[in-house]
């Protein structure tokens, strides 16, 4: 681990993000929200600021820094990003007079699509704070990191280990052999399906500007809306439909459908076995929930409803089109297990994914199938594939890892005070980047209510949830640490002018 | 041992020609090559290449010549007599030195080029070697998938111990062992009201084969062939094996190696059978169990009666034993039967130890090396008949022919075939008539004629050939 490297990456891409401030500051200017574009305006000169330092601080020329970039750094960098540029995003937010805990709750809640939020009266806020929301929801859907390894031709060799550290699902999937070229293609493809899904909900009735927070939310799988009771405040089906359809596209894998789309051949999806087990569950929950919710709405409607809270919890978006607190146990049964599944690998969904709940199932029956027949050869396979020994381990081990990281948080969050229900569905929200949980933490409440330390430890779980747990972990341990160094070599450093 | 042959036009085309003496160059010494030339010798001019010094000794006893030397090397082709040559056959155990040995007779004269290939790579989906043709190639014979594809044949036969088709599916031969008190054995042939389209065409009792007449009574023990159309086959499958129709069938196979595993994906395709493979070799069961869906893959050694007891191999409904190693897998079969296996069928590497293997009781003996040959014998000495099948390991065979046109039309029963040969099919535009004693034979008429091997060349004059 060299931090040098370390450091100086981190602030080329810090650098970078500062110009993402500069869509909510034309936003303000354009309503006439004065304060509220001086936030902005210093939100980007302190990243831009930060941002420069580190990167001169780093030293090494950034093409030279990103090339020499090692597994364990990329990690490293990719962790520390994704904390800075929550810090920095919560600058707006402090501007406009939320506290601390808060401004990074909502904003690590942003990034990472989870869509939790503690903002109590929503009038307070101009509609640049709302817009800013929904961006930062629509830029870590993809990933950040993933953008600016599209955008930036610097980024394009050493962008790989970076890549895969932000989006690391059991398989690596690409659409290209070039990562840059990856990253480019897909979130091309995302941002063209906002733009359709903008017009949509703009043909459906919506403002432009609801139109767009709810695309880059719907998208994203992220779920804050410009509307304190989410979707159920417009009471507008067509929108609904919108909805339930692009928070689909948004749950399944987006280099599978590039594929197909590139190829013009839908057998790529319809063979796709993460594709159909995904939509198998949405199927099945649906139909369950309709069970439970009995007909008193009427057999469309409570279809959708269905339909659209079934998606927005397995996509982990997040939306709510009714106020699902209300409803029987049974139905909210669904939904707690719904939580635990998340969305396809590769998709703009958290949560453990199906493709890992598909590969430890079959797992599981071939050790059943084991002791039967001591000698038999059973390997694990996905899409006629065999799944390699240390892929297999390696989805175990993020189960249980992220079982262990959510029962010491809902532990905290119960420990200062919340009854277990909040605790637990608040925690699996926030860790597989949902949003809405239940009783206290339910759809139409918010997590202001929550002690400061829950709060916190709920911001972390976000962290830790966006980037698949073991990322993260890796860069906690200790040894990693102790064997680092500022720099690879010190002659080479002072060679090149430190 | 059957081995199918289907009708290749070049067939029909040769058969005007007359039979003459050809040269036949023969690259590769091995049992293939060995085999070829013991049966083309007294016919033929042959040559064998081969560039092991020891090989040579084989072909001291056989009326061959032998040249020692590279089979990719031009100018032991040239001196091999290439250029003048009507076949070449590449049978080395190389795929790829017998693909360039072809190419290289193709420049050298325009001989009929046999292939011998041993890896899928070299096929098309179809099976034929279309890949192949612009490196001179004629046909491609891949012993091993023609092995896999014969034991599928026999293990989708209930209670058979042989199956073949003919004919484009039009008529089927199964070969029966009858058990004790098995509904064959109730009376004489002519008591027993097979169903109208089948016909019991041979009989083998104590080594020796011969057709039935009415009068024959059948005995537990003895081998019966049947031939008929594939409806009268079903309800003789079910008047043979009672209560085997439907059901699942529990396969197993011992030993993954080529033909295991191309036999593994033939069955797989069939959902009524559960089937798993026994293997020795871990990392090859790995690379089975990643290529193979439903098929239960167990890493253990075949002849381990311990493993194979406690696997249950003795419940299975058929044995296949196909190592490749004629010593173990006749050590895995006889365990297999121990155990209670009712159908068990078992590869044998060398020729001569076919009849040995049925002897000591095991239901199916069958080679891919015999299997290769009778493919390619077919192919250089087809003449004005057409062999589809040789059964019970050479002893009889069936043949296709056309009916002379100058022959005069007479029923069946006025022609006297005497025990070593009967009409079993009348192949007549789309129709297919498996004939009683009255039916009429016309001039251009198809017949299938089951007949021992000593009275083929009888048979084969007494329709085709003209009068001298």
């Known amino acids: 681990m060299r931090y040098s490297l370390v450091v100086h990456v981190c602030g080329v891409l810090v650098r970078y993000f500062s110009a993402m401030f500069l869509a909510p500051l034309a936003v303000a200017i354009y309503y006439g929200e004065r304060s509220d574009a001086l936030g902005f305006a210093l939100a980007a000169a302190i990243s831009a600021v930060l941002g420069h330092v580190m990167l001169r601080a780093g030293g090494t020329s950034a093409e030279e820094a990103v090339e020499r970039l090692r597994r364990i750094e990329g990690l490293t960098v990719v962790s520390a990003v994704w904390l800075i540029i929550a810090h920095l995003a919560a600058i707006p937010y402090l501007w406009v007079g939320i506290g601390f805990i808060d401004a990074l709750f909502e904003s690590m809640s942003g990034l990472t699509t ?77 941002a063209a399906l906002t733009l359709i899904q903008v017009a949509a909900l703009r043909l459906a009735g919506l403002s432009w500007f609801d139109a767009i927070c709810h695309s880059m939310a719907t998208l994203a799988a992220g779920g804050f809306s410009p509307h304190p009771q989410s979707l159920a405040g417009y009471q507008n089906p067509a929108a609904e439909w919108i909805i339930i359809t692009f928070m689909f596209i948004a ?248 | 041992m059957a081995t199918g042959q289907g009708r290749s036009p070049a067939f029909l085309v040769r058969a005007t020609l007359s039979p003459a003496l050809l040269r036949i160059v023969i690259v590769g010494g091995g049992q293939v090559g060995a085999s070829l030339a013991r049966a083309l010798s007294a016919d033929h001019e042959v040559v064998v290449v081969d560039q092991d010094p020891h090989v040579e000794d084989v072909f001291q006893s056989i009326d061959v010549e032998f040249l020692l030397g590279s089979g990719t090397n031009e100018e032991v082709l040239a ?220 890493n253990g050694d075949g002849t381990d009666l311990e493993f194979l007891e406690s696997e249950n191999v003795g419940r299975s409904d058929v044995l296949v034993s196909v190592i490749d190693n004629d010593e173990r897998n006749l050590l895995a079969s006889l365990l297999g039967r121990q155990l209670g296996v009712p159908k068990v069928i078992t590869r044998v590497g060398r020729p001569a130890n076919l009849r040995l293997f049925e002897r000591v009781g095991i239901d199916v003996a069958i080679s891919a090396r015999g299997a290769a040959v009778v493919s390619i014998l077919h192919q250089i000495t087809g003449g004005a008949t057409s062999l589809l099948a040789v059964v019970e390991h050479g002893e009889a065979r069936v043949f296709e022919l056309t009916v002379k046109p100058t022959f005069v039309s007479r029923p069946l029963k006025q022609m006297g075939t005497g025990e070593d040969a009967i009409v079993a099919a009348i192949l007549r535009g789309e129709q297919a008539i498996v004939p009683r004693g009255d039916e009429l034979v016309h001039p251009g008429d198809h017949l299938l004629v089951f007949c021992t091997q000593e009275a083929a060349d009888r048979v084969r004059g007494y329709f085709t050939r003209e009068a001298s």
């Open chain 1, 114 to 190: 989870t869509g939790a939020t503690i903002l109590r009266d929503f009038t307070a806020y101009g509609h640049a704070v709302f817009l800013w929301r929904g961006l930062t929801h629509w830029l870590g859907g993809m990933g950040v990191i993933a953008l600016f390894v599209a955008i930036l031709p610097r980024l394009s060799i050493g962008g790989r280990e970076l890549f895969f550290a932000e989006s690391p699902g059991p398989s690596e999937d690409k659409v290209s052999p070039q990562i840059r070229r990856t990253a480019v293609l897909l979130w091309r493809l995302y």
């Open chain 1, 251 to 498: 749950g399944a894998n987006f280099a599978l459908q590039y594929r197909a789309l590139a190829r013009r051949d839908a057998r790529i999806l319809l063979s796709d076995e993460e594709l159909r087990a995904y939509t198998g569950i949405v199927i099945v929950s649906t139909a369950l929930l309709v069970l439970a919710l009995g007909l008193s709405r009427g057999l469309l409607p409570t279809i959708r409803t269905a339909l659209f809270q079934t998606l927005s919890i397995l996509t982990t978006t997040g939306f709510a089109s009714e106020d699902f607190q209300l409803w029987s146990e049974q139905a909210k049964m669904v939904l707690l297990v719904l939580m635990f599944i998340g969305g396809c690998a590769g998709s703009a969904g958290g949560g453990p994914k199906v493709v890992r709940h598909l590969v430890l199932a079959r797992y599981t029956l071939q050790s059943l199938r084991r002791t039967l027949h001591p000698r038999a050869v059973l390997p694990v396979k996905l899409g006629g594939r065999v799944v390699p020994d240390d892929i297999l381990q390696v989805v175990i081990v993020f189960f249980l890892f992220y079982l262990l990281v959510f029962s010491i948080c809902t532990g905290i969050v119960v420990a200062f005070g919340a009854d277990i229900i909040t605790g637990i569905s608040g925690t699996i929200a926030c860790l597989g980047n949902i949003g809405p949980g239940f009783n206290l933490v339910g759809p139409m409440a918010n997590y202001a209510d929550l002690h400061p330390v829950s709060r916190f430890t709920l911001t972390l779980a976000m962290w830790i949830g966006r980037l698949e747990v073991l990322t993260v972990l890796v860069v906690l341990r200790p040894e990693v640490w102790r064997s680092g160094r500022w720099s690879a070599d010190a002659r080479e450093g002072r060679a090149q002018g430190l």
């Open chain 2, 79 to 298: 001196r091999a007599g290439v250029a003048g040559c009507g076949f070449f056959v590449a049978a080395t155990g190389l795929d790829e030195v017998n693909i360039v040995a072809c190419a290289l007779a193709n420049r050298l004269g325009q001989p009929q080029t046999i292939c011998l290939v041993s890896r899928a790579e070299f096929l098309d989906s179809a099976g034929a070697g279309g890949g192949l043709a612009a490196f001179g190639v004629n046909r491609v014979i891949w012993p091993e998938a023609q092995l896999a594809a014969d034991i599928e044949r026999i293990v989708t036969a209930p209670g058979a111990i042989d199956a073949e088709v003919f004919a484009g599916g039009v008529m089927r031969l199964l070969e029966y062992r009858l058990d004790e008190g098995s509904a064959l054995t109730s009376g004489p042939v002519s008591t027993l009201h097979l169903p109208r389209g089948a016909l019991i065409v041979a009989v083998k009792r104590a080594g020796r084969i011969f057709v039935p007449r009415g009068t024959t009574q059948l005995a537990s023990g003895d081998k019966v062939i049947v031939m008929g159309t594939p409806e009268a086959m079903q309800a003789v499958e079910a008047r043979v094996h009672p209560g085997r129709t439907g059901g699942r069938l529990q396969v197993t196979i011992i030993g993954g190696g080529d033909v295991g595993f191309q036999l593994a994906q033939r069955l797989e395709q069939i959902p009524s059978i559960d089937l798993r493979i026994l293997e020795r070799g871990a990392e090859r069961g790995a690379v089975l169990a990643a290529s193979l869906s439903r098929t239960l893959v167990l």
